[in-house]
Nanobody
Framework: QVQLLESGGGLVQPGGSLSLSCAAS????????MGWFRQAPGKEREFVAG????????GYADFVKGRFTISRDNAKNTLYLQMNSLRPEDTAVYYC??????????????????WGQGTQVTVSS
């Protein structure tokens, strides 16, 4: 069983930055494709960014391209999301997720097998 624990959320002003981490335990995630998703109140969970385990190759939702960067440290079994130039519309609960079998980044939440509890990100002045 895999456990994922996100951290790093909080309140930030528009234009500010936050760095999220997702620590995994239970087993190594070095061969898993990993992703970040978010869910705002009243909205469906949406893909933010993903990273596979081979290259690694990354993928981003259009609304975060150029602002967010996903990375991973397999030695630390940790996934990261650096978020810059934050906007009020980025306010959401952010979740990390692990895909056991996907060889490439997938945006469908249903493709991911393990999820963290989420961390709140609020962008407001």
């Amino acid at each position: 069983q895999v456990q994922l624990l996100e951290s790093g959320g909080g309140l930030v002003q528009p234009g500010g930055s936050l760095s999220l981490s997702c620590a995994a335990s239970g087993r190594t995630l070095s061969t898993y494709t990993m992703g970040w998703f978010r869910q705002a109140p009243g909205k469906e969970r949406e893909f933010v960014a993903g990273i596979d385990w081979r290259s690694p190759m990354t993928g981003y939702a259009d609304f975060v391209k150029g602002r967010f960067t996903i990375s991973r440290d397999n030695a630390k079994n940790t996934l990261y999301l650096q978020m810059n130039s934050l906007r009020p519309e980025d306010t959401a609960v952010y979740y990390c997720a692990a895909d056991r079998v996907g060889a490439r980044v997938r945006a469908n939440p249903g493709a991911y097998d393990y999820w963290g509890q989420g961390t709140q990100v609020t962008v407001s002045s």
